[in-house]
């Protein structure tokens, strides 16, 4: 199994711009998880599917912040517009309800 | 308030030396994982503790869990530089919903 699949693995946009994130689940997996990492702030639970079902999105920072998962195997992370204090590394990670498994990450940096 | 603690936040240790990193957390939870993170990296699951008095061990590294007393322990026995890294403790406290601690940054000194 090739794990969970982020892309881009590096983004450098402006200020203002929109931007996607994009996540593959590892097959068959059931749950899929968005977190944000931050020197200051550590790691952070944005939202969380179940069987493509958002069920968590509390800890999304304001309405800038969206997800979608339109199937089992591709979820989306959009920021719309995004600032520079969204600067961080993204990662999604996917749950057999035993464990979760982290993908790559994309290294986000807003100028 | 769910938390998880971990402490030391930053560890410097000899080769050879053993030492144990710390991980308490706020309220009820019988499920704790264990993450390794080196440096522009992923996490790396190390560990999956589910159950009060669960231990598993990996090489140079025990975990432990204690539910009653909300602690985990991550020992490392006679390091080596490889394990120079940031592992973190995550907790479960519900709905697969993981709470990371901030995280113990490792560095084994040759």
């Known amino acids: 199994d090739a794990g969970v699949i982020q892309s881009p693995r590096h983004e450098v946009t402006e200020m203002g711009q929109e931007v996607t994130l994009r996540c593959k689940p590892i097959?068959?997996?059931?749950?899929l998880f968005w977190y944000r990492q931050t020197m200051m702030r550590g790691l952070e639970l944005l939202i969380y599917f179940n069987n493509n079902v958002p069920i968590d999105d509390s800890g999304m920072p304001e309405d800038r912040f969206s997800a979608k998962m339109p199937n089992a195997s591709f979820s989306t992370l959009k920021i719309q517009p995004s600032e520079p204090r969204d600067s961080a590394v993204y990662f999604c990670a996917s749950s057999n309800s035993y464990e979760q498994y982290f993908g790559p990450g994309t290294r986000l940096t807003v100028t | 308030e769910l938390k998880v603690e971990q402490n030391p936040l930053f560890l410097s240790m000899q080769e050879g030396k053993n030492y144990t990193i710390y991980c308490n957390y706020s309220t009820t939870s019988d499920r704790l994982y264990w993450y390794r993170q080196d440096p522009g990296k992923s996490l790396e699951s190390l560990f999956v503790l589910l159950s009060n008095g669960a231990v598993k061990q990996e090489g140079r590294l025990m975990a432990s869990l204690d539910t009653k007393a909300r602690l985990s322990t991550l020992h490392i026995t006679a390091a080596v530089h490889d394990l120079s890294a940031t592992y973190f403790c995550a907790v479960d406290f519900g709905n697969e919903k993981l709470t990371f601690g901030t995280g113990t940054r490792l560095t084994i000194i040759p």
């Open positions: 097959s068959g997996h059931n749950s």
